[in-house]
């Protein structure tokens, strides 16, 4: 599966943004979805991650009640609704595919190794 994401850009503490990661190629249905971050001199870091169904979702601590995860399988679209935003939050975000398992446990979702495919990062800045 490819994945293209995009709507990364500037904006200041407290502003909001939306990203989005389209993908093409497989079924869409078929795969778990998440978005990741790395900040400059850090590692790369789960945010959410998401269900094939989009009925379970997964917040790192950091970003529960400011970010939400989503999915549109009919368009192939994963979405992450960014509000809030502080400077911390500046990071390249990528998103990621897995093929979907019987079980939503975290040992499936939560580490960056348990995806098979990569979409180019999309920056986003936050100033202060």
């Known amino acids: 599966v490819q994945l293209q994401a995009s709507g990364g850009g500037l904006v200041q503490a407290g502003g909001s943004l939306r990203l989005s990661c389209a993908a093409s190629?497989?079924?869409?249905?078929?795969?778990?979805m998440g978005w990741f971050r790395q900040a400059p001199g850090k590692e790369r870091e789960i945010v959410a991650a998401?269900?094939?169904?989009?009925?379970?979702?997964y917040y790192a601590d950091s970003v529960k009640g400011r970010f939400t995860i989503s999915r549109d399988n009919a368009k192939s679209t994963v979405y992450l609704q960014m509000i809030s935003l502080n400077p911390e939050d500046t990071a390249v975000y990528s998103c990621?595919?897995?093929?979907?398992?019987?079980?939503?446990?975290?040992?499936?979702?939560?580490?960056?190794?348990?995806?098979?495919?990569w979409g180019q990062g999309t920056l986003v800045t936050v100033s202060s």
């Open positions: 990621a595919a897995r093929v979907r398992t019987t079980l939503w446990s975290p040992e499936y979702y939560q580490s960056l190794y348990d995806y098979n495919y």
């Open positions: 190629g497989r079924t869409f249905s078929n795969y778990v």
């Open positions: 998401i269900s094939w169904s989009g009925i379970n979702t």
